[in-house]
């Protein structure tokens, strides 16, 4: 069997706790994986899970592993181990789904080394979970769900997701081979009030900065500004050819700006302590 890997991202977010959770399953010259990776502001944690009987869906954040179960209705845990001990349930809410697939006419592209996916831009979260020790609440909470599936993460690539308010939104910007040549990939949405704001490769977007405290993006009279405020990243495991054998950093609760503007008219602008980014772009 090819290398390659499937997985989902699961952000649950309370006023008091974030945690992201990270299912996934690799194939690679080992053979066939799986793994449970945890990310708080304060601690991450990759957890080895046998392989036999695990399945994850791609048509949406559906798979049970070992000790895990998760759907688009929530997730249960029930894992023991002698490093890690995670035991709950959460319940989501009704997604709010995309007009259409982030990917646009790219998700017909052959032999993209990843696909992305956004499964629900924001939605509500309920229930508990205990990890090792500590209780994250989310009764109240927030979530948003994305995956990813391929065979390796983009050499360099930028990410960053923040719930807000009445809204939510995510970019990423990615080099992307294509046969001999690559390019740079631009995703990224808006949603806020019900309105929903894509920039995109594919609708002419372009990456005008791309530092580590500054991205710029820009697509006709469209302009997001992302500025970072904060490092803090903690480790997370990355594919290669479906190993799971990179590293690279995530800050969950990072300070960053957020601006979306059509011309000289602001249409958002967002300062969130609880953003949370990926810069990989100097890798």
Request: charge should be positive.
């Amino acid at each position: 069997m090819a290398s390659q890997f499937r997985g989902w991202y699961f952000k649950c977010q309370s006023k008091e706790h974030t945690l992201a959770l990270i299912p996934a399953i690799h194939q690679g010259p080992q053979g066939r994986e799986c793994s449970l990776q945890l990310i708080s502001p304060e601690n991450s944690q990759t957890v080895s899970l046998p392989s036999q009987g695990a399945v994850i869906r791609w048509d949406r954040p559906e798979g049970q592993m070992n000790g895990l179960s998760f759907s688009p209705k929530g997730l249960m845990l029930h894992i023991s181990t002698s490093e890690t001990r995670l035991r709950g349930q959460l319940s989501f809410g009704p997604p709010a789904t995309l007009s259409q697939d982030i990917m646009g006419p790219f998700r017909y592209v052959p032999f993209l080394e990843c696909r992305h996916r956004v499964y629900s831009m924001a939605h509500s979260v309920e229930g508990r979970l205990e990890w090792n020790g500590r209780v994250f609440s989310f009764s109240p909470g927030r979530g948003y769900i994305e995956g990813d599936q391929g065979h390796s993460f983009p050499k360099r690539y930028v990410w960053s997701q923040c719930l807000f308010p009445q809204g939510s939104l995510m970019l990423s910007i990615a080099s992307i081979p294509l046969g001999p040549f690559s390019f740079t990939g631009v995703l990224a949405l808006v949603r806020f009030l019900g309105q929903e704001y894509r920039l995109a490769t594919y609708l002419g977007a372009r990456a005008e900065k791309i530092l580590p405290e500054e991205i710029l993006i820009r697509q006709g009279p469209l302009t997001l500004q992302v500025n970072l405020l904060s490092s803090g990243q903690l480790g997370l495991s990355a594919p290669v050819r479906g190993k799971m054998s990179r590293l690279i950093r995530e800050n969950i609760t990072g300070h960053a700006h957020y601006q979306l503007h059509n011309g000289d008219r602001c249409l958002l602008e967002v300062e969130s302590h609880r953003a949370s980014f990926e810069y990989e772009w100097n890798s």
